[in-house]
């Protein structure tokens, strides 16, 4: 690539390449040079980012401030040049790695399976466990239960025979029920001692009935908020250490009130803070290369764990011996009811302008996790030692995956060489830059993980350990989403204030908005800033100025509509209806957009007072449970709340006909448990009163935030569902695509809400460019395949005339030698070295007394001829029940071999036995037939495949044209990101590759090693 020779050096400590050339050439100086504003970028420092799966930030001036210091903006053009010539970088790689010998290829792709592609999910049957001790007669009359379903058997045998794992079910599908019997059955069998469950606070007393109800007999221990209270928690953690319960359970809140082990505490954020200063000491080293932001946040990291260790290392001075932590209470099966909570467990990256990584920073409650988690493991000495269940696992980013390893597989990722989080993602994913909405509904680009590669790979070691089922596979009774966009033009408020959101993202200047000046803390938040106002103008404009007027088309306006409409439809059988919204939640005293919807339903539509209620009114566990009860009997008809209130722990689903969404929310988490409220088993008008579906009502305003967050939404979920299902048909899928089956297509939605064809246009290209690209790969795959496949049937046919040359030989011979008894029958002439008898019965018995006694240890022994033609006889060493024998073998030896009845003499039969070599010459020619059939076959197969190896694709300018036209595409949309500029050359080079077969990938399809071997006879 670069005409020189190069050498990379790999450090795994510190995750780290360097890499050195002998000496400087045109290609690295010229070719490869991509010059900014402020530095420039040569081939070897593009080689680096390449190695890193980084980009150079590169920044340019646009001007001077009042002090006379430059004001920078990022050069989004030269980062897409980076981007293009790290890309080529790569793809030089994966050329560079095709012409190597099969043999080196072969031991890469050899390396790849053992480490990476070797998960295969065994098929978890646990159809045979009969649960001693469970009663399903009183889950039956609580509950409902009528029998316990396959998928919860299949479930609880995995995490038995995994000793834990991940229980991946969708809402209404029975996980409680797989926890408790799980639990139970892991302390009924030996497995764990001491098995906890811990569960959200509004559902934790519920799991503790349901086990309680489960198994009448066992000893629970349910932590209530007293035993927490600060007077009882030392009594309690000492009742947990000193008796034999069947199992513990608690609040997640509780459990993070329980101390976890000084020691391990120390030893793991000391790991942390190695992995910190390595980081800095790669980073420092790197100068220029990596922002100061980057370096500042690394070096705010290390103060803080340092920090944390200080004051572990005091606690651990000043401890006193009555203190009672996790380690000793001896816990050894953790059950993780909604896991997902604790998805923010930290990790260190260098990827620090990647959008949607979620907080490195991470929170103590899942710090807390891993040190409980880690505290198991190191007392069984391997992965899990905890099941997690969660109908959302992956609810947001996709950290999430690698976290979720981090907590139950550690052991497994050190055997991978994955010691961080960018070592995962260089191995499983792909950055790209990328054109999307921001804020305030301007294009601009935006650096994500967006292609995820070896896709069947991370879905395997994700599946090993996993029980994956949707409501739909268990079976589960239960309602169909009806998904309804409904589409609201903006108010001319509205429009003024998107024109006002957009100066001021540009300007800063904050008294656009009718407010104070931005502090130099507020500058910094700049964007925060006007996101917060974005998604306040798109509910109601009343919640940035309170004296906009109630306009009939604003959002309030369209849903109390909706909902009245709804309302008097299913009157007759008090249909019930959700409304979330995280914005404009219920205040007392205060103007919000819940209260204003309620006002109109009231005024407006005449719905009573009494039937309309928010769930922020209930301010106790007692008051929660009237209101569902009340929603559930039909007395209250709409429920008002946000996600966090209303989206989760509320079964008041048996009257609902509809779901309203006001905003969408950050989390396809967030989506689907809001839509699980309505969309689940027990609703049962919607059964038989609204064709078995919820209506599920999306608000979305033109022109606002409304689309930016669905565009998150959509590139996360579609992710997330292609990984768990495992039916994936591609080794690489893209966050970015979304067909008929996963719902609405993204690229029409978004083109309703935005009115720019330009991405619509743009998303089109993207697809048949992909389309082509994929079909372009198959075709050079396949004529690999052919050329390959050509010049081993080459030299089979090569191989086999010459096997047909000395059989014929062979043959000819021994006709030309055998003489014939007056019936025309060819005579056994053979002789024996050492006897002079003639006599076949003889010489058969002597042949027989010789398949028993003679050794030639492996080599191959004259012994006489038939018609001159040696008879040799081999000793090998065979097994019969697991026990060695010498097995002797006898053949005719010309040109070839040629043995009868596998080469063994009959044992029974001396006549036989001395036949055994006549026999054998005289099936020649069927070998001979079969060769020259054989021949024939590759006489005609040679020609098609020398036809399908010299083809070329027919549709290369096809593709060149297309491409073409999205790099024009490209630019106009560029051009709304800057000022326009004179035109300069841009050489092909500048388009992004997006070829989905990635550098670093190794398929055994591809690399084929031919090997062949003759046999003749039986």
Request: one cysteine or more; aromatic letters at 8%.
């Amino acid at each position: 690539l670069f005409n020189t020779q190069v050498s990379i050096v790999y450090s795994d400590s510190m995750d780290e390449y360097s890499a050195k050339c002998s000496m400087k050439t045109m290609a690295i100086t010229d070719e490869y040079m991509v010059k900014g504003y402020y530095r420039h970028y040569d081939g070897m420092s593009l080689l680096k980012h390449a190695l890193h799966n980084t980009c150079p930030d590169m920044m340019k001036s646009i001007g001077e401030d009042e002090h006379g210091n430059d004001i920078k903006v990022r050069d989004s053009e030269g980062i897409q040049l980076a981007n293009a010539k790290i890309d080529e970088i790569r793809n030089g790689f994966s050329e560079w790695l095709e012409e190597q010998s099969d043999s080196f290829k072969e031991r890469l792709t050899t390396m790849y399976n053992r480490k990476f592609n070797c998960f295969v999910r065994p098929k978890y049957d646990g159809s045979h466990q009969t649960f001693p001790g469970l009663d399903l007669k009183a889950l039956g009359g609580k509950y409902g239960v009528k029998s316990v379903y396959p998928s919860q058997k299949d479930c609880v045998w995995m995490l038995l025979q995994n000793g834990g794992g991940i229980c991946d079910h969708e809402v209404g599908t029975g996980k409680t029920l797989i926890m408790c019997m799980a639990a139970h059955e892991m302390k009924r069998l030996g497995m764990a001692h001491k098995p906890m469950i811990i569960g959200l606070k509004a559902n934790v007393a519920e799991i503790a009935a349901t086990y309680q109800t489960a198994y009448p007999h066992a000893r629970i221990l349910y932590a209530s908020e007293k035993d927490f209270s600060t007077k009882n928690r030392v009594s309690f953690f000492n009742n947990i250490k000193n008796n034999d319960y069947d199992c513990v359970i608690m609040s997640h809140d509780q459990f993070g009130k329980i101390p976890q082990s000084p020691e391990l505490q120390r030893q793991i954020l000391q790991a942390e803070l190695d992995t910190v200063e390595e980081n800095l000491e790669v980073i420092r080293t790197q100068g220029k290369d990596v922002s100061r932001g980057m370096l500042k946040g690394l070096e705010k990291r290390k103060q803080n764990l340092e920090a944390k260790l200080q004051k572990i290392a005091y606690s651990i001075e000043q401890r006193t011996d009555d203190v009672v932590d996790f380690r000793m209470m001896g816990i050894d099966h953790l059950f993780v009811d909604e896991s997902h909570q604790f998805k923010n467990l930290m990790f260190n990256t260098r990827h620090d302008r990647v959008a949607g990584l979620g907080n490195s920073e991470g929170s103590q409650k899942a710090l807390n996790m891993l040190f409980a988690i880690r505290t198991i493991q190191e007392r069984t000495g391997r992965d899990l030692g905890a099941t997690f269940l969660s109908g959302t696992t992956i609810s947001n980013s996709l950290t999430e995956l690698y976290l979720l390893f981090k907590y139950l597989r550690p052991k497994e990722l050190e055997r991978q060489d994955i010691r961080c989080f960018d070592a995962w993602a260089a191995i499983f994913a792909k950055k790209t830059t990328d054109f999307e909405f921001n804020v305030t509904n301007n294009i601009v680009q935006k650096e994500r993980f967006r292609y995820f590669i070896k896709v069947p790979e991370l879905a395997a070691f994700y599946n090993e350990i996993t029980d994956y089922r949707t409501a739909e596979a268990v079976g589960v009774d239960r309602p169909q989403k009806n998904e309804i966009l409904h589409n609201i033009p903006p108010t001319p408020e509205q429009e003024d204030f998107i024109q006002k959101l957009m100066e001021f993202a540009k300007t800063g200047d904050a008294t656009i908005l009718g407010r104070l000046p931005l502090s130099e803390t507020e500058e910094k938040a700049k964007m925060l800033i006007a996101t917060d106002y974005a998604r306040k103008m798109a509910l109601d404009m009343r919640m940035i100025d309170p004296t906009c007027e109630d306009h009939p088309d604003n959002k309030a306006s369209h849903c109390a509509k909706m909902i009245a409409d709804y309302y008097h439809r299913y009157d007759g059988h008090k249909g019930t209806q959700f409304v979330f919204s995280d914005l404009g939640t219920y205040r007392p005293g205060e103007w919000n957009v819940y209260s204003e919807i309620k006002r109109k339903l009231i005024e407006d539509y005449g719905i009573p007072s009494s039937e309309i209620r928010f769930i922020q009114e209930c301010k106790n566990e007692r008051a929660r449970k009237m209101v569902i009860a009340a929603m559930n009997e039909g007395s209250v008809r709409v429920l008002f709340g946000s996600t966090s209130m209303l989206g989760t722990g509320v079964n008041a689903q048996k009257r609902c006909v509809a779901i309203h969404h006001l905003d969408t929310p950050w989390r396809p988490s967030d989506l689907a448990q809001r839509d699980g409220r309505g969309v689940r088993a027990g609703n049962e008008i919607a059964k038989l009163y609204a064709d078995n579906k919820v209506d599920v009502i999306i608000y979305a305003v033109e022109k606002s935030l409304d689309s930016y967050k669905f565009n998150l939404l959509h590139c996360k979920q579609t992710f997330i569902s292609q990984l768990k299902s495992g039916a994936l048909g591609a080794r690489t899928i893209d966050e970015g695509a979304m067909d008929e089956k996963s719902g609405m297509n993204f690229s029409e939605y978004m083109a309703i809400l935005s009115g720019n064809t330009d991405l619509l246009d743009k998303a089109k290209l993207e697809k048949k460019v992909a389309s082509l690209e994929g079909e372009r790969k198959s075709f050079n795959r396949g004529r690999r395949n052919s050329e390959l496949k050509l010049k081993s049937k080459s030299e089979e046919l090569d191989g086999n005339r010459t096997i047909l040359k000395g059989m014929t030989a062979d043959y000819d011979k021994f006709m030309s030698l055998a003489k014939k008894d007056k019936d025309g029958n060819i005579l056994n002439l053979i002789t024996l070295n050492g006897l002079e008898s003639n006599n076949l019965e003889v010489i058969g018995k002597q042949l027989q007394r010789m398949a028993k006694t003679e050794r030639t240890d492996r080599e191959y022994k004259e012994i006489g001829a038939i018609y001159g033609i040696p008879i040799k006889v081999v000793s090998e060493t065979s097994f019969e029940s697991g026990l060695p024998f010498v097995d002797n073998r006898f053949v005719v030896e010309g040109n070839y071999k040629y043995q009868y009845n596998y080469g063994h003499i009959a044992k029974s039969d001396p006549i036989a036995a001395a036949n055994n070599f006549l026999n054998a010459l005289q099936k020649i020619p069927s070998y001979i037939e079969q060769y020259d059939s054989r021949c024939k076959a590759l006489e005609k197969e040679i020609p098609q495949l020398e036809e399908i190896a010299g083809k070329t694709w027919k549709k290369e300018e096809e593709l060149k044209g297309l491409k073409a036209e999205l790099a024009a595409l490209d630019r106009k949309i560029q051009l709304e990101l800057t000022p326009p500029v004179p035109e300069k050359d841009i050489s092909d080079k500048s388009q992004t590759d997006n070829n989905t077969i990635k550098s670093g990938e190794f398929h055994s399809d591809t690399i084929v090693q031919q090997e062949r071997k003759v046999r003749i006879g039986l």
